[in-house]
């Protein structure tokens, strides 16, 4: 992905790199029309006395931010420069992404129990066994796993909102998204699926030359019809919409105001790292990318979930395809990877049409929107992960991570 100039940029633009709203741009940028006039981003007057939410229309510049003040000895608190701001707004925010990934972490395993006992009192199928094991139809087992997914990946990500000021809009842009950028973003997120599959593979691959193997998790469709329906809400639509919400809502639109390539980039390697496990990294990493440039092309956090939704749904399509002609006996099993391998070319066929088409018709495409920041690049990585929280985040998904791989016995 290429990435504007800093220098280039403030040498063109006459009025300099001027600062403007998360979510808003300017007129010429390729995320859309920007705003027009006397009040536009970044002409408006500084209300002092007013603070408010540093995502709202009128305090957009984090210099602007209440409570950015140091000390210094002999003098007090003093306003802080405007790069101590930035940078305290950052480790604000890590620690906000860090307490909600190990509340994500903590919150199973504190309300698996008490969701079991709720179902167990409400329907007479579940039976609970003195070891702890519970025996329960397979619909009341995925609905169970609904209800504690949507708990564990909704409130930690709430909760972080809240810590930070983000209005709800700022997390969650839902305006209509232009179908001429969506519906092609989908076909390049087909394309990348693959180019993720063959870095998986090949990673796996060296992990296997030196006797360890990368596990991931796998899924099976369950037989009946109200099971798999309750299935095909858990893999393909609730991750859609909660995961959208987290990793390109509230992470990504927050970390919007240090710039576009940063919260890109960012919320991709977190994405990737929530996953623990090396094949589905990976691939989450590469997805991330292309799911989040689409949200900040178009604007709208809808384009996420409808890439997400039928990335996923595919997924499940063509793996019960395969086990459908597995259990059948009429297709050999060089015929099922035949068939797997004309689906995997099809995606990436119609990821390469979709690149091509917005490239030709598209000005400045796959183009990360640059935005002026007090902090270089460098110095923005590090006070981000300076914060204990996110820290301790990244080392519990690195451990399980790890956890995940197998030595050849």
Not at 19 to 24: E, I
Not at 28 to 37: E, L, T
Not at 60 to 66: F, L, P
Not at 98 to 127: C, D, E, H, K, S
């Amino acid at each position: 992905m290429q990435m504007f100039d800093p220098e280039r940029g403030a040498k063109d633009d006459p009025h300099g790199a001027r600062d403007v709203d998360p979510g808003r741009t300017p007129a010429s940028s390729p995320w859309g029309r920007g705003r027009h006039g006397p009040h536009a981003a970044g002409d408006r007057p500084s209300r002092p006395f007013a603070p408010a939410s540093p995502f709202s229309d009128q305090y957009s510049d984090i210099s602007q931010e209440e409570n950015s003040y140091t000390f210094i000895p002999g003098l007090g608190l003093v306003p802080a420069s405007p790069r101590q701001t930035e940078r305290q707004s950052l480790r604000q925010n890590a620690m906000a992404i860090g307490l909600a990934f190990i509340l994500a972490t903590v919150l199973p395993a504190l309300l698996r129990t008490p969701i079991v006992y709720f179902f167990y009192a409400v329907f007479p199928q579940i039976t609970i066994l003195p070891s702890g094991h519970v025996n329960a139809p397979v619909y009341l087992q995925q609905l169970m796993q609904f209800v504690l997914y949507s708990i564990t990946m909704f409130v930690p990500f709430v909760v972080a909102m809240g810590i930070i000021k983000m209005p709800l809009r700022t997390a969650f842009p839902a305006k209509k998204p232009e179908l001429g950028l969506a519906l092609p973003g989908v076909g390049v997120a087909l394309g990348a699926s693959v180019v993720g599959l063959f870095c998986s593979s090949t990673v796996s691959s060296l992990f296997s030359s030196v006797g360890v193997t990368a596990t991931s998790p796998s899924f099976t469709a369950p037989q009946g019809g109200f099971a798999f329906v309750l299935y095909f809400i858990n893999v393909c639509i609730t991750p859609a919409l909660l995961e959208e919400f987290a990793f390109r809502g509230m992470i990504m639109q927050s970390l919007r105001r240090y710039g576009d390539g940063f919260a890109l980039v960012l919320s991709a390697s977190l994405f990737a790292l929530m996953h623990e496990n090396i094949p589905q990294g990976i691939n989450a990493f590469i997805m991330g990318l292309v799911i989040g440039y689409f949200v900040l092309l178009t604007g709208s956090i809808w384009t996420g979930i409808l890439i997400h939704f039928v990335n996923n749904a595919l997924s499940v399509a063509v793996d019960s395809a395969l086990v459908a002609m597995s259990e059948s006996g009429a297709v050999s099993q060089s015929g099922m990877i035949l068939f797997n391998n004309i689906v995997l070319l099809v995606y990436l066929i119609i990821g390469l049409f979709c690149v091509i088409f917005l490239t030709r018709s598209r000005k400045n495409m796959f183009c990360v929107n640059h935005k002026k920041t007090q902090l270089c690049t460098g110095e923005k990585y590090r006070a981000f992960f300076s914060s204990l929280c996110l820290l301790v985040a990244v080392a519990i998904f690195v451990f399980s991570t790890i956890g995940s791989l197998r030595l050849w016995q």
